[in-house]
């Protein structure tokens, strides 16, 4: 909505919004079918905020997206807290 009837949209989404990034990417979706190329969003391996989850929804919109990761998955740091994990995804169709 926020970009509907402009010409230029964005091309490349980055996001590190503390467990609101599912419900960002659901109001992204026809962005990311259409004009997203890049995406780099930190995400976890914790329900709310699941790299595999994400990734998926990312491809699900686009499936020419190929996905890559940095970071520690499925492990906590030493202070128990799930530790960040980086998804990388782009496009070049």
Excluded at 17 to 46: C, D, F, Q, S
Excluded at 71 to 80: I, S
Aim: glycine share 8%; aromatic share 10%; charged share 30%.
């Amino acid at each position: 909505m926020l970009f509907e009837g402009q010409e230029d949209k964005p091309t490349y989404l980055k996001a590190d919004i503390e467990g609101w990034e599912m419900p960002m990417l659901r109001g992204a979706r026809r962005l990311l079918g259409e004009n997203v190329r890049k995406v780099a969003i930190t995400v976890y391996h914790v329900p709310m905020n699941d790299y595999r989850e994400i990734g998926g929804f990312i491809r699900a919109q686009n499936p020419y997206f190929k996905i890559a990761h940095v970071g520690v998955a499925d492990q906590l740091d030493p202070g128990r807290r799930p530790a960040p994990i980086v998804l990388h995804a782009w496009r070049k169709e």
